[in-house]
């Protein structure tokens, strides 16, 4: 982005208001119909982590965020995005260690784990399962997101991350979705790893330090 003030994170983040605002408001007209109550409060908390989401673009906060919690978050946000594209919803096992928190940006923990989320619906359509495993070790924590797909192609495994990388065709696609979380767990001083795993499905683990830098 250029050094033009009008053109900064600030600059999206006031006209990406405008966007939420009208959305907030075909929210509160369509809550006053019980029928649409539902969608209105999709749409509610679907305008929230986009305001969430810009907020975590320019906030340095590092305060611990509660994985447990985030995580709920995610899901949600995942259920929401399959329930109104028409994809079938996902099937989560969680083993996650007391206690375990992620320092930096919860919006930004959120998106990590949507993004893999949404990979693995997309990847096996009929009805994923995700195991999430969470570990604190030695200062280490340890985040395990494992799919019951049908596995990485080997051909794009190597860059899987690089932006720009995908199989998939539908609209809107465009690869960007693990460089994002890339990003931000390096961002959070940790690595991410795909992988393979037998007899099948997918793993990402996520290693980073308990206190890492926001
Ligand atoms: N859990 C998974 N199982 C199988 N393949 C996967 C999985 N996650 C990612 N992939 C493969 O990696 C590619 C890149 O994923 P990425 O999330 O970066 O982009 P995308 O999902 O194709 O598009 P976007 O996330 O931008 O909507 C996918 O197109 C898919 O081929
Ligand atoms: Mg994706």
New binding site residues.
């Given amino acids: 982005m250029s050094g033009d003030s009008g053109l900064t994170v600030e600059g999206l983040a006031h006209d990406l208001n405008n966007v939420f605002e009208t959305l907030s408001e075909a929210a509160e007209l369509l809550s006053t119909d019980a029928k649409w109550s539902r969608v209105a409060n999709t749409i509610r908390r679907s305008v929230r982590r986009g305001e969430r989401i810009v907020e975590s673009l320019t906030e340095t906060i590092s305060d611990a965020g509660d994985l447990c919690e985030i995580l709920d978050n995610a899901v949600q946000h995942t259920e929401d995005v399959l329930t109104f594209t028409r994809g079938t919803a996902i099937q989560y096992a969680r083993q996650v260690a007391d206690g375990v928190t992620l320092s930096g940006s919860p919006a930004a923990w959120e998106r990590v784990f949507v993004?893999l989320f949404l990979?693995?619906a997309?990847?096996n359509p009929h009805g994923a399962e995700v195991a999430i495993g969470a570990t604190c070790e030695d200062g280490v924590v340890t985040l395990t997101i494992a799919?019951n797909?049908?596995?990485?192609?080997a051909s794009?495994l190597p860059t899987?991350f690089d932006p720009n990388?995908?199989?998939?065709k539908s609209r809107g696609?465009?690869?960007?979705?693990?460089?994002i979380v890339q990003s931000i767990v390096s961002e959070h001083g940790g690595t991410v790893v795909a992988e393979n795993r037998q007899p099948r499905g997918?793993i990402f683990t996520v290693t980073l330090p308990q206190t890492g830098v926001a």
């Fill in positions: 993004n990979n693995a997309q990847a799919d797909g049908p596995g990485i192609p794009i899987i990388v995908t199989t998939k696609r465009r690869g960007l979705g693990l460089h997918a």
